[in-house]
């Protein structure tokens, strides 16, 4: 190979780990999807070649842009230790570990019966008995503990209508209506909270503004910026909408439950 052709393949690779860890930061990836080890091996590889200013300076940069995902990746394992975040992969892997002993020593530490007999007689089966029969029955017991069971499905704009979620209005000026109060709520930084966007005084026009802003970002009005190690939603207005044209639309679900909205309200009212 000769050395133009060389330092060309020496710069492309640079360039490709600057842009890899560039997507990984500004998109907001798992830090850990970079092998940070492949990187500075290659870089290690290359840099004895180096001689141009030009070469040196992508070296640097690229050495520099590995810094950043290897101070995401302490963030992200900072965050999750606070958190009490315990990956059960890694769980399952120290149980594999473990040896039947140090299982054995491990469950009789945290085991605690209820009651322990050394011995059972009639008496004690008297009044194990009597105990049981004493009991009010579950069925009255757990009355305040009922839950209902439902499959969740997807809704239509017909029905959230019918329900009273959403008003009989020309759909298309509705969308319109709420861009522009979107840009005029994200302000000079260009974006709001998604929360503080969509959270209303009641459930019901919550749940309403949510819809219609899941319209917005579809119909290209606006888009979303999620930061998943800060673990917050924000939503930016478009100058113009546009519809992407990608074959493969990204779907991501976002839970708006009556707890969620009751802890916004709270928020609100500090």
Known sequence: MSGKHSRRMVREELRRIIELCRAVENKGLNPFTVNVDDLIAVIRLYFPRLEDPEDLSLDAEALNQIASIIKMQSEWVKRRATSLYRDPFLIEEKLRRLSTRDLTEIFLKTWHPIVELEQVTIGSLRMAMDYWESLTPLNERWKEEELLKVMTERTTREELVKQGFLRDEAFLSEIEKMW??????????????????????????????????????????????????????????????FLKTSSQPVSFPISVDYERWREWRKRQGE
């Open 180 to 241: 522009r109060e979107l840009k005029e709520d994200a302000g000079s930084e260009g974006k709001i909270d998604y929360w503080d966007f969509i959270g209303a005084d009641s459930y019901e026009e919550t749940i309403e503004r949510a819809y219609l802003t899941s319209f917005l970002v579809t119909y290209g009005y606006a888009s979303l910026e999620i930061q998943p190690l800060e673990e917050k939603i924000f939503i930016k207005p478009n100058e113009k909408p």
